[in-house]
Structures are given as structure tokens and as C-alpha cells.
């Protein structure tokens, strides 16, 4: 029996997530990953994620010390981002700058510094590029700002709304794992090999690249601002189920219930409202959930974490073009987990295939 894509086939034995879709449950390493939201700073996240257990004042101030130290790009590095095209998108300028960092220090098997060399400078190669192609002032990286917060910084040159970066570093903790996903099955495949794990992060962006999987929510942007323009969220939503449009942003493939990244933004956004992105985006989901419920009963669609995403990402002002580099420096923190995790028992991943073409005569 072949298996497409290969859904429902088990390849791994992993203790750093579990995503349950029937119940609308979110577990790492076991901890809800709502709480690890709530709590933990995107630094205590990924240490949880990498480590298994959360850091101490001395880790901590470690962790927060490595963040710090990777997060500015040499000269060879910028003057590489400087001589690609300008036609190259940010997702192949960040796989192009990490792929030039597998030196010999990055051999087989990967490690904790090497991570955090690669985790902290996503960051700063996505705003170098963003502002070097807008014509704007570089602006180097603030190693006392938090990585969220440092992240908004270099973006805009000014210091971050605390409401923004709280907003957006919720979202890079609930995104940065979620199960054998496409780009993270590509991480382990590579790391699987005994590779290295800047050939394992390339390849995972190469396949976050694909817009089947790091597609940009472009469609809940839409529908947020044809609400904002019309004013009434109700009239535009009603009009669009009488038409037999799809809500962009509800209902998801995998959670059965509502997606627990999202009613976890939804929680942390709640008190943001003297921002009106933030009011915006809860009206929308209350009147959005309401509406489903009459005109789909027999379904249970909810707001998925990609309209939550795109409510976050539109409120602090991302450009649409930064939306998957963006959860790709959230993602590859997961990524790394898991390549950590391959190489502690390891065994190379070589599924099979069936002939389905012709055979010559037999002799």
C-alpha cells in the first residue's frame, strides 16, 4: 500500500512535540506550548526545546549571552548579501549566507554553539537585506534588546512597542515546532546522513521555502482589510458564506478543534486593546466563529494560527515579503531540536518506492 506524501507513515520516535489535531493539543517536550508562550522568553523557549528542561540564572544569562554574539553578521557576510541579486528573495539570501558558514567548525555532530550560531543570525540577515533594498540605514544589532525584541529593532530603528514584541514573541515560541513537518522531516533526512547541520538548516529552508508550506497568509491580510475598509464585519463576512467563499485563516488541516496556537494568541492579544490592529482581528474572529456556526453547523472551524499570524504580523507593520523569513527564524529552532535529536540515535532515513513504469523484455 503506498502511503502519498507519505501521510500516517511514523518515522520517528521524538520527545520534543506532540501535535494532536483530533483534540486541538500542543505539547513540548511535555509542557502545553501555551504555557511555554505565556512564560518563557523566546531564549528560556529554545533552551526548553533543545535541553528538555528550563534554564537556570547561569544558563539563562548564557543563552541570552550566545543570542547576543550571533546576531551580527562579519564583513564577509554582508558584502555576500551586497553582491546578490536583487531579484534573490530573503528565504534564498538567508539559506545563501548559512550555507557559507559550514566551515569545519560546523562537522558532524551538530551542537549547542553551532545552533545558536545559526538560530541568532537569521534575524539580522533578514532586516541587513529588508533595509538594504529599501535604500535605509543599516542598523546594527542591539545585544541588550531581547532576540524578538532585537529582531523589531533592526527592522524599524526604533525601540519596539513591549506590546508588539510580547505579541510576537508568543508567536515565535508557538511556531518554532510543530511535529514532522515538511522542512523538519527534510532537517532530520540530512541530518540522517551524518551531515552537517548547516546542510540540514539549508535544506529545511529550502523546503519552507515552498509556498505549500511557508506560504505567506496573504489572504487573512485581504480580508482584514476589506473589513477595515468596509467597517462592518459582519456584512462582509455574512456576504462572503452566502457566496460560498472560503474565511480565510479558519478551519486547519490538521487540528479538528481549534488550533491551540491560535486561541493561545488570541489569550495574549486579548488585553491589546488601545491597538486597533489587535481589536480589529478579535472582533473579526468572535463575528467570523459566530457566522460559521450558522451557516456550518456540521463543521467546527475555528481561526487557525495563520490568521492569528497575520493579524500579529500586519499590527507591528511586516512587510507581506517578510512573513516566511519571518517564521523561518522562529522554525529553525525547532528545526535544530530535531537534528539534535536524529544524531543522538541516529539511523540514515531511506524509505522505499514502487516501480509504477515499463519493464523491458525479459531475456
Given amino acids: 500500500m503506498i502511503h502519498a506524501g507519505l501521510e500516517g507513515i511514523v518515522a520517528a520516535d521524538s520527545k520534543i512535540s506532540l501535535v494532536d489535531g483530533e483534540n486541538g493539543l500542543l505539547v513540548y517536550r511535555g509542557e502545553w506550548a501555551e504555557s511555554i508562550a ?36 562579519t564583513a564577509a557576510q554582508k558584502k555576500i548579501i551586497d553582491l546578490l541579486p536583487e531579484s534573490m528573495e530573503i528565504m534564498a539570501v538567508i539559506r545563501t549566507i548559512l550555507s557559507s558558514m559550514g566551515e569545519e567548525d560546523f562537522q558532524f555532530p551538530a551542537t549547542h554553539t553551532q545552533g545558536m550560531r545559526l538560530l541568532g543570525i537569521i534575524p539580522t540577515i533578514i532586516a541587513y537585506r529588508y533595509r538594504s533594498q529599501k535604500g535605509l540605514p543599516i542598523i546594527d544589532p542591539d545585544d541588550k534588546l531581547s532576540h524578538v525584541g532585537n529582531f523589531l529593532y533592526m527592522l524599524k530603528g526604533e525601540t519596539p512597542v513591549e506590546q508588539h514584541v510580547k505579541a510576537l514573541t508568543a508567536y515565535f515560541i508557538l511556531t518554532m515546532e510543530h511535529g514532522l513537518n515538511a522542512s523538519t522531516f527534510t532537517a532530520r533526512v540530512i541530518a540522517s546522513t551524518e551531515s552537517d547541520l548547516v546542510s540540514a538548516i539549508t535544506g529545511a529552508i529550502g523546503a519552507m521555502k515552498g509556498p505549500l508550506h511557508g506560504g505567506a497568509p496573504t489572504g487573512v491580510i485581504d480580508l482584514l482589510e476589506e473589513i477595515k475598509h468596509d467597517g462592518n464585519s459582519e456584512r462582509v463576512l455574512r456576504k462572503k458564506l452566502e457566496n460560498r467563499e472560503k474565511l480565510m485563516g479558519f478551519g486547519h488541516r490538521i487540528y479538528k478543534t481549534r488550533d491551540p496556537r491560535a486561541a493561545a494568541l488570541s489569550e495574549i492579544t486579548s488585553n491589546f486593546y488601545d491597538d486597533e490592529e489587535f481589536s480589529l482581528a478579535h472582533e473579526v474572529e468572535d463575528t467570523a466563529v459566530r457566522l460559521l456556526k450558522e451557516y456550518k453547523p456540521d463543521r467546527k472551524l475555528y481561526a487557525n494560527v495563520e490568521y492569528y499570524a497575520a493579524a500579529i504580523l500586519r499590527a507591528i507593520e511586516l512587510p507581506t515579503e517578510l512573513f516566511t523569513p519571518t517564521f523561518t527564524a522562529a522554525r529553525c529552532a525547532g528545526w535544530i531540536a530535531h537534528v539534535f535529536e536524529q544524531n543522538e540515535n541516529n539511523r540514515i532515513i531511506r524509505p522505499s518506492s514502487v516501480y509504477s513504469g515499463e519493464m523491458p523484455e525479459y531475456r
Avoid: C, M, V
Fill in 38 to 73: 505565556k512564560h518563557y522568553s523566546f531564549e528560556e523557549a529554545t533552551y526548553f526545546l533543545w535541553h528538555g528542561s528550563a534554564p537556570k540564572k547561569t544558563q539563562f544569562d548564557n543563552i541570552t549571552s550566545e543570542f547576543g554574539q550571533a546576531r551580527h553578521l
